[in-house]
Every structure is written in structure tokens, then in C-alpha cells.
């Protein structure tokens, strides 16, 4: 049996299992449900899946017309998404607790992963998702932007905005925090000098919400789809963006994974990006 839950703690569930599937996913969906460049499913029947608590604030979006995708109205973190029509749950991993028993088998969607983001693991790819499994990939409308600006927007569109010029640090975050916010093996942010950030829809659409004990973490999501959303960092000059919900490739790639000491279990990192075990050392 495994558990998750959402990152305030206020939505919990468990899974009786067993676990016979693992994927990750590069859908336009998908990305911006959760803003990471990917996001790790995995999936078990749906008959051992029940909430433990907080279902009540489960908030749901229909993302398709066959499919609806579930978040915590608290914190904005994605959860589980029971497919009846296949009769399985699929979860994000990145919610789980403890190591599923299982490991990433394939990539699907690739043909929809975010412009430039290259996969360095040797696992099958699809470009769509296997023919059996009938899961459409709904792309999403492009996001109207000035002529040298990168858009960006949330799933169901009411949120977007657009940067201009290259970001000061991108990094890749294995922390424990981004997992559950994000609901997959890390968290892609960009971050650029705010003069180089404009919102240009639904920015009064955002809610947010802070972990207590934390000093600066903070998850901005779309109140609507759950979507996480730039943030603005005041004190810092800065504009903290989800890499996962560009509309086009930002032109920077990320330049370390932080925190690797707290990824999870089933987390394989394969590229050659350098790596600390929590932030790279100042100087």
C-alpha cells in the first residue's frame, strides 16, 4: 500500500496497488498542470484508490472532453486522477510517500515536450501515447505574445504572461517541497529580473499559499486548474517562472539540479547537468 498527499497536508489518500505502471509524461497538459517539463505517472488499478482525508477540497478542472484533472484548492498541488474509462488511478509520483516499488518505463507525448528540452535517459519514447491506451494529446491554443517575448499560461488559459530576454538561473529542484507541489521527480524554475516579466492575462486569477515553517516557499497556482503560476520575489528583483508552462522554448537551459539528496527513490537522473546535494556553494 502507498500514500500521498498534496504539499499543505490537508489532502490525503492511499493506493492499495500494486503499482504496473510508471510513465512520464511531456503533454502541453500535463506540463502545465504541474510547470515541470515532465511529470511521472504512476498508475494501479482504481478499485484500491480512497481518499484518507481532505476530499472536500479536491478541486477538479475538465482539462478535455473526456478528462478532468484534480488539484488541492489549498495549496494548488496536483493529485490523483481516477481514468473510469481504463479503471485505473494514475498519480503523481511526486505526491507519493516512500518508493513505489517501481521505476519511470517509457516517455510518452514526446511530440509535444517543451521546445528544446532534450530526454537523455534510453527508454522507449512515443511520440503520442500507445495506440491501445487511447489518450489523445489536446494541445493547447497558442498564447498571442510581442514579437521577441516567450508566453507562457495555465491550463485552462485565464492566466498567462511573457518574458522578455534570458533568465539569471534556471535551475532543476529535487526537494521534497517541489515534489509535492509540483507532483513530479522536480520542479524547473526560471528566474528573471522583474522588468523583464509582464502578465498579460488573469493575474488577479492567483492564489497562493506558503509553507509555515518555511522562509521564502511559497506555491502560486491558477485558482481555477490548479496551474502553478509565476511569482513575484520582490526583494530579490525577481520573477520566479515554471519552466513547464512555456508556449515556446525560453532559449536557456537549467544549469544544476539542487537538492539531490532529497530526490525520490524512483528520480534517475541521466543527464550531465552538475549536481549538488542541496544548493551549489556561493561564490
Not at 13 to 30: L, R, T, W
Not at 90 to 100: F, I, S, T, V, Y
Amino acid at each position: 500500500m502507498s500514500t500521498g498527499s498534496c504539499l499543505c497536508g490537508t489532502v490525503r489518500y492511499e493506493i492499495d496497488g500494486p503499482f504496473n505502471a510508471m510513465v512520464n509524461c511531456h503533454c502541453s497538459m500535463c506540463r502545465k498542470e504541474h510547470g515541470s517539463v515532465f511529470v511521472t505517472w504512476a498508475v494501479a488499478p482504481a478499485e484500491g484508490f480512497r481518499w484518507l482525508s481532505g476530499e472536500d477540497n479536491v478541486g477538479t478542472f475538465a482539462s478535455s472532453p473526456n478528462g478532468a484533472r484534480s488539484f488541492c484548492r489549498t495549496c494548488g498541488s496536483p493529485l490523483p486522477t481516477v481514468m473510469s474509462g481504463m479503471a485505473v488511478v494514475a498519480a503523481p509520483a511526486g505526491n507519493l510517500e516512500g518508493d513505489p516499488g517501481l521505476r519511470p518505463q517509457t516517455h510518452i507525448f514526446v511530440g509535444s515536450r517543451l521546445p528544446g528540452f532534450e530526454i537523455s535517459d534510453d527508454l522507449p519514447q512515443f511520440a503520442e501515447a500507445p495506440p491501445e491506451w487511447g489518450l489523445p494529446d489536446v494541445p493547447r491554443r497558442p498564447v498571442e505574445s510581442r514579437e521577441g517575448a516567450t508566453p507562457g499560461s495555465c491550463l485552462c488559459g485565464a492566466m498567462a504572461w511573457e518574458v522578455e530576454g534570458a533568465p539569471a538561473l534556471m535551475m532543476n529542484c529535487h526537494c521534497s517541497r517541489c515534489r509535492r507541489a509540483r507532483g513530479a521527480a522536480f520542479a524547473t524554475n526560471a528566474f528573471y529580473r522583474l522588468d523583464q516579466f509582464r502578465w498579460l492575462r488573469g493575474e488577479a486569477m492567483a492564489d497562493s499559499y506558503k509553507v509555515p515553517d518555511a522562509q521564502y516557499f511559497t506555491q502560486s497556482f491558477c485558482r481555477e486548474c490548479g496551474s502553478p503560476v509565476p511569482r513575484m520575489l520582490e526583494k530579490f528583483n525577481r520573477a520566479m517562472v515554471p519552466v513547464g508552462a512555456f508556449d515556446a522554448d525560453p532559449g536557456a537551459r537549467p544549469g544544476a539540479h539542487i537538492f539531490v539528496g532529497s530526490k525520490a527513490d524512483w528520480d534517475l537522473i541521466t543527464d550531465d547537468i552538475p549536481q549538488f546535494q542541496e544548493m551549489p556553494p556561493r561564490g
